[in-house]
């Protein structure tokens, strides 16, 4: 037998060190450029301008994650591969932990700037509250998982409720805050496509720091990947079930 | 906690006759108040220029360098234990 029968194609080697060996360099030089980088002179925010450097990177993040956990969990409706159900369970595990560093990030962020001297923690920001309510959306995925025994009917209804998670993600995280009053940019169109509302100096550091974190999110979402599965064919062997075939979920019928 | 005056010239005790201060300020060693007469060198001078920042890089970057290392170590852990599970299994067949 070949080695690497069990564990194969789960992620090309090749494109992993390449991205690890990019995120480790391009996040090195975001450090380095945003603390030291030329940033404008804004009141309020002062320094604390860099942390659009650091804040709004999670929120793309977990963006990414809710969408990648959204297509494996249709996967797996579709062919019941089981490894679908595992690289749904660790990207939206990632996404809440991004979606949560990204809260406490904002939160920090909003107290010393916009709230100076009020010791307001949570303010009710609406951006802040519905990612808030988003983050516990997805924790009930996790919730409703751990309340399933059995693999197959907890994939199953799993996948039904991460469809349903992820079409609130644009509406809680863009759509309905834009409606708003709120710190966030985006009431006045889109930030994405404005050509104005980013200093020239913040963009090159801005852009590759987006793509430095989903890169990193991936990273850590492959290394879980990688693990899950490692822990199912253990599983599968205690059992006595055939170690190979992703299939095993696959409609019995 | 003693607060020890930074000054060469300030006494390292309270001289015979000499008052005990009273004051808050008498304890102060307010850098402002050094000779500036050796200017800092080196590393210090790197380190010390706007405001600091280079101090607070350096300890991001050590902790960026800590989580990358850790990201390499978990890499070669899973690797090894790809490889491990694989061949136990491969035995059985």
């Known amino acids: 037998m070949p080695s690497h029968v069990q564990t194969p194609g789960l992620v090309s080697r090749r494109l992993y060190r390449g991205v690890r060996g990019a995120v480790v360099v391009v996040l090195t030089g975001i450090l380095v450029a945003g603390l030291l980088g030329d940033i404008p002179q804004l009141d309020i925010l002062e320094q604390s301008a860099r942390n659009l450097y650091f804040h709004v990177p999670m929120w793309f993040a977990l963006m990414a994650a809710t969408i990648v956990s959204a297509y494996h969990s249709a996967q797996y409706l579709r062919h019941g591969d089981r490894l679908r159900d595992l690289r749904a369970r660790e990207a939206a595990r990632l996404g809440l932990i991004f979606g949560g560093l990204g809260i406490v990030t904002g939160m920090v962020w909003a107290r010393f700037t916009w709230y100076e001297g009020t010791g307001v923690w949570w303010n009710f920001d609406p951006k802040q509250s519905m990612a808030a309510v988003l983050l516990l959306i997805y924790g009930g995925y996790f919730v409703l998982r751990d309340a399933i025994d059995a693999p197959r009917t907890r994939g199953r209804i799993a996948a039904v409720y991460n469809l349903f998670a992820v079409v609130t993600m644009p509406f809680l995280l863009y759509i309905l805050p834009r409606q708003m009053p709120s710190l966030h940019p985006g009431g006045e169109g889109s930030p994405a496509f404005s050509q104005t509302d980013l200093a020239p100096a913040m963009r090159w550091v801005f852009y590759p720091s987006v793509l430095a974190f989903l890169g990193l999110c991936w990273l850590l979402y492959t290394q879980r990947v990688r693990l899950a599965w490692l822990r199912e064919v253990l599983r599968r062997k205690a059992l006595g079930q055939p170690p190979d075939g992703r299939g095993l979920d696959r409609r019995a019928s | ?93």
């Open chain 2, 1 to 93: 906690m003693t607060i020890h005056p930074l000054r060469p010239s300030d006494p390292p005790a309270l001289r015979p006759g000499q008052e005990r201060p009273d004051t808050t300020t008498a304890y102060d060693s307010t850098w402002a108040e050094q000779p500036d007469a050796s200017a800092p060198e080196g590393l210090d001078r790197l380190m010390g220029q706007d405001g600091k920042i280079y101090v607070v890089l350096a300890v991001v970057l050590l902790i960026w360098i800590g989580v990358v290392a850790l990201l390499y170590r978990t890499d070669r852990q899973i690797d090894e234990l790809e490889r491990r599970v694989d061949r136990s299994i491969s035995e059985d067949e």
